[in-house]
């Protein structure tokens, strides 16, 4: 099939009729039709955020990857603006992978991993340039592909070489890129003056897993951080449930252009948080939002055949509290506040439903305190006894949401397991717990200790399920629940 975005956007025009608006979120971005992954080019130019997808417009499954677009004023508000990028030249026909925006100059600079396959017909991944001066329209750089195979040190290799992250660097341009070396996973930094010319720099970090997917690279609060993606990872404890695949952050410090790591963590270890980019604010926030789905899943969007999937997170504005990474919804949240509720000092015994409170898209805020049977459990998306189960057991200190007694199961493709359950390490016994909830129509994000751990999961109630309700002995100490306006469409 030969792509092209006149193409696609003529696909897009003629069907997105036929998509099926049962679990379309109001909060969240989603492609009008067809499948997305990973975020791509989140940025900020001539006053607008930018975010761009993996896109496969022409079925609601991984396919060769166009580049789709939205534009916002305010993070919350996105219009879907088209295709971008579509697998269409030489360089990238088997796909436009994902990749970073630089903005310099009123100039936005795309780069993108091109797959093709070269002269000896292997597939091979090497970096590419587009360029757009209003923000709508982009070119493909007539030097494409810009960084090749013949860039890579001895050893890496060429079939899995991908995801630049493009930074500003002195007074010129740093590209870091995923790499699978001959004994681990790579991050390789290559250097330009003009984002043409590349030259390699050597190996940024090294021991990451087999295959570091998506790098995003920042400095925060004093500390250089490494986000990134692990691909293989067998699954650790509570960690790394998700068909082997994790999103971790490095902290460390950069030392002659090498990254020396000091620890690291899991950012999120709900069932659905992936490839996740950071962008730097006009106003100094770092605000990151990740793919909201995960590889293997079957969530219900595919086997109904709704025409759509994939969804990304609520833009979660970071920081570092006691060395570890913590996350929030963004303050722009409160412009969508619609009906607020608050209490104080409800006491649960049994199960307890409080008046106003339930209705989706919404925020719950809670702190709970006297937890006396050693769990506190919270029930979401409820209708009778179908909900997704929140649990704090205070003896192990675990934080935990079970999506399985919903109507909708998110089944595995074949070959790959379903995971119902994620979970957190907390403190044990803590004597206050805080949790800050955010419920879209087939989404749970959920913060807890004031962002310290987050689990983020799909979750597709029966049509019109959204009660709350609070199980166990505890006492709901503070409540704040608010019925939020629609954002997205
Ligand atoms: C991560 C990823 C990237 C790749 C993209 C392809 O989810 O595998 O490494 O660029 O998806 O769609």
Redesign the pocket.
């Known amino acids: 099939m030969e792509y092209s975005t006149q193409k696609a956007e003529a696909f897009i025009q003629a069907n997105t009729g036929s998509v099926n608006p049962l679990f379309r979120p109001h909060l969240h971005m989603a492609a009008p039709i067809g499948w997305i ?2 975020p791509n080019g989140f940025s900020y130019y001539q006053g607008q955020y930018h975010m761009f997808c ?1 896109y496969y417009p022409y079925q609601a499954i ?1 396919g060769p ?1 166009h580049w789709g677009h939205w534009t916002s004023p305010d993070l919350m508000n996105w219009t879907w603006r088209g295709v971008a990028l579509a697998p269409d030249s030489p360089f990238d026909n088997l796909g436009c ?2 990749g970073t925006v630089l903005v310099k100059d009123e100039t936005m600079y795309l780069m993108y ?1 091109g797959v093709h396959k070269n002269s000896r017909g292997i597939v091979v991944q090497e970096q590419c340039l587009a360029t757009s001066k209003d923000g709508l329209t982009f070119e493909k750089h007539p030097a494409n592909p810009v960084i090749t195979s013949a860039h890579l040190p001895a050893g890496s290799d060429m079939v899995d070489f ?2 630049p992250k493009l930074m500003p660097h002195g007074d010129g341009y740093r590209v870091l890129l995923a790499s699978r070396g001959e004994h681990s996973g790579l991050l390789l930094s290559y250097l330009s003056q003009d984002m043409v010319h590349w030259t390699y720099e050597g190996v940024f970090a090294d021991g990451i897993s087999l295959m570091p ?2 790098p995003d690279y920042f400095h925060l609060d004093g500390k250089d951080i490494v986000v990134t ?1 692990l691909m293989n990872q067998p699954p650790e404890g509570l960690k790394y449930q998700n068909d082997h695949h994790a999103v971790v952050y490095i902290l460390g410090d950069e030392m002659a252009g090498r990254f020396i790591p000091q620890e690291h963590h899991s950012i999120d270890l709900g069932q659905d948080f ?2 996740p980019q950071t962008l730097l604010t006009p106003d100094g926030r770092h605000v990151m939002i990740g793919w909201m789905q995960m590889w293997g899943e079957a969530p219900p969007t595919h086997y109904l055949k709704h025409n759509w999937q994939g969804l990304y997170t609520f833009p979660r504005q970071l920081s570092l509290r006691d060395g570890k990474l913590c996350q929030q919804p963004i303050e722009e949240i409160a412009a969508l506040y619609e009906r607020e509720v608050t209490m104080h000092n409800q006491q649960v015994e049994g199960t307890l439903s409080l008046p106003g409170v339930e209705g989706s898209p919404s925020s719950l805020q809670v702190e709970l305190t006297n937890m006396k049977q050693g769990k506190a459990d919270i029930h979401l998306m409820q209708q009778g006894e179908m909900f997704a189960l929140l649990r704090y057991d205070a003896a192990s200190g675990v934080l935990s949401l079970d999506r399985s007694r919903l109507y909708y199961p998110v089944l595995a493709l074949p070959g790959q397991e379903a995971h119902d359950v994620a979970a957190v390490q907390l403190e044990k016994g803590l004597s206050s717990l805080r949790l800050d909830i955010l419920l879209d129509t087939c989404s749970i994000e959920v913060f807890a200790q004031d962002g310290a751990a987050a689990l983020t999961s799909l979750a597709f109630p029966k049509e019109g399920s959204a009660g709350i309700r609070f199980a166990g002995e505890y006492t709901v100490k503070e409540l704040t629940f608010q019925t939020l306006k629609r954002a997205a469409e």
């Open positions: 992954n990973d993996q991984w990857m992978f994902s991993t991908r995801d997917e998506c993606c992936y490839a």
